[in-house]
């Protein structure tokens, strides 16, 4: 079997990610998730946050890990052997912007594949930055990311 990354900020993660990530330990050896060192976001959590935070999230599934990058996805995966970018697609937006870096990548690395996975329905409407905004303004996220996160988002608003 095949082995894959899942590259992202992750800043922090949710259920949307987790629900790809699982998804795809499913059809690979193995998947590293791949947690974007330096990210031109504002970002709530340093890079070992979101490690630590996608890892106890994961820690069930044996034949994934998390680890940080820095260089550009494509040639992470090499870097580890992999030979697919996995990628989580919403409706609409997302399609454009991941279409277009499934190119790109394409061009940098034409022997690694870019795999989209449709993220669930329950998740369509899942990202991030809506996740932080939302819990600045007070509002309910605890069905939207694990009970560590919600936590270590509390934290981080106090």
Known sequence: MAKAIYPGSFDPV?????????????????????????????????????????????KDYKNIEVVPFTELAPNFARKINAEFIIRGLRAGFDFEQEFEMALMWRNLAPDIDVVCMMSSLSYQFVFS??????????????????????????????
């Open 14 to 58: 949710h259920n949307g990610h987790l629900d790809i990530a699982i998804r795809a330990s499913k059809l690979f050896e193995k998947l590293t998730v791949a947690v974007y060192d330096k990210p031109l976001k504002n970002l709530m959590f340093n890079t070992n946050e979101r490690i630590e935070m996608f890892s106890e999230s994961i």
């Open 129 to 158: 930055s809506r996740i932080k905004e939302v819990a600045k303004l007070g509002g309910k996220i605890d069905n939207l990311v694990p009970q560590l996160v919600l936590k270590n988002i509390n934290k981080k608003l106090i």
